[in-house]
């Protein structure tokens, strides 16, 4: 693949992060620029004011070109929210001449038969992520091009959205001056940070907990097999703080970054905080273990509802793995030792990693799906096979024009 520079656009609960790379050929992602902007106007990755998340979505962007010395013109952009649902389908081709090889192409055609599915009239596929193929009754291919076969399958993992939700993302998006190349799901994305390839292999389950929402993704030998998306998050956290010490918001989210611990008991009992509270005297002494058992708490009904949905889909015994936390919330103090005794498995905390550049804010589990979306559409182009593709009302201008966008994502100003 020859080098570039891209850009991406991860819109999530509590900010709006705008990551500039450049790819280099035999080298890691190389980070250009950052910009990071709070999220007004979004609520768990939706728009809720399209004014003021388009006005954030700019904020991010203009600081990435002014750290980058890039102008943006068009952006890879990450989605999450509760809308984002996952389901597994087949497709199947005919090889016509079976003295000919398969192609990239009969791979793109079975990909696209895999869509062919019955869903509502106002969901949009997103994504279809090959699992793995079947060539003439022979299991669990990775990448049959070149083969020769008469029937290709694939078994693949279709991730769908509602459309109206997309459409407003990307008016947002493109209300702030930047052209949208693809939607990307950030569950997905921050998988493709934090997780190594042996971890996918023998089986994990990736828990990206963001401020609103809980992102989830199950690999079991080497590929997806579920995705689901909980409504709770670290908001929920600051939110039960503010009810348990009776405190403003901003106070108990300070409380949760700097004092906060998933295991009381790890915590000094004498120990106390000063803290911002309601009230006449404005400011007063909290025990830190009080403020260690109302996040332990909401930690391990996160931890139950994770475990809780993987069961769903897989047992326990094939997660070799375990879990990889990722997200805001998985910075909290304790909370990798918290997850393993609620869930059982080995539970590590997952960070972006294999890039060069301006790495020290990136290097952050707040930060995997924003670094993810960059590098899930490198990946992408790299394979020469879109599994993303941008829904059709995103598409504006004539066909010179869509095309144009693909050749160059950032000009130089």
């Not at 990450?78 to 389901?87: C, D």
């Not at 403003?248 to 790890?266: F, T």
Request: hydrophobic share 40%.
């Amino acid at each position: 693949m020859k080098g570039g520079v891209f850009a991406s656009i991860d819109i999530g609960t509590t900010k709006v992060c705008t990551v500039v790379g450049e790819v280099v050929a035999e080298q890691p992602l190389r980070i250009l620029g950052v910009g990071i902007a709070a999220a007004n106007g979004l609520n768990r990755g939706m728009v809720e004011n399209l004014r003021d998340a388009s006005e954030s979505v700019r904020a991010s962007v203009e600081q990435a070109e002014r750290s980058s010395g890039t102008r943006i013109l068009s952006a890879h952009v990450g989605l999450a929210g509760p809308h984002i649902s996952g389901q597994n389908n087949r497709g199947i081709v005919a090889i016509p001449d079976r003295d000919v090889p398969i192609s990239q192409d009969d791979v793109n055609r079975v990909l696209d038969g895999a869509r062919v599915i019955s869903i509502p009239t106002n969901r949009e596929i997103m994504h279809a992520v090959p699992r793995y193929y079947i060539v003439d009754g022979q299991d669990h291919v990775t990448d049959p091009v070149g083969m020769y076969g008469q029937r290709l399958d694939a078994e693949t993992h279709l991730i769908s959205g509602l459309t109206t939700v997309l459409q407003n993302a990307t008016k947002c998006v493109e209300s702030a001056g930047v052209q949208v190349e693809t939607l990307i799901v950030s569950s997905l994305a921050s998988a493709e940070a934090v997780l190594e390839t042996e971890e996918r292999r023998q089986g994990v389950v990736l828990a990206d907990i963001g401020g609103g929402t809980t992102d989830i993704v199950v690999f079991t030998e080497g590929s997806v097999c579920h995705t689901a998306v909980l409504p709770v998050g670290g908001n929920h956290i600051t939110r039960d703080l503010v009810i348990g010490l009776r405190c403003p918001y901003q106070s108990a989210e300070d409380a949760k970054a700097l004092y906060g611990h998933a295991i009381p008991s790890e915590i000094d009992a004498e120990e106390t905080v000063e803290l911002d509270v309601f009230g006449a005297e404005g400011r007063k002494s909290v025990e830190r273990r009080r403020i260690a058992e109302i996040a332990q708490a909401r930690v391990e009904e996160i931890c139950e509802m994770v475990i809780r949905e993987v069961r769903r889909a897989v047992h326990d015994d094939i997660l070799s793995a375990g879990m990889v936390l990722t997200g805001g919330t998985a910075n909290l103090a304790g909370i990798a030792l918290a997850a393993e005794q609620v869930t059982g498995l080995p539970v590590r905390v997952g960070a972006p990693h294999g890039l060069q550049g301006l790495i020290d804010t990136l290097s952050d589990p707040a930060y995997a799906s924003s670094v993810g979306v960059l590098q899930w559409a490198v990946r992408e182009l790299e394979s020469g096979v879109w599994q993303t593709q941008r829904p059709a009302f995103a598409f504006t201008g004539d066909l010179w024009q869509r095309l144009t966008r693909f050749v160059r994502v950032l000009l130089p100003e």
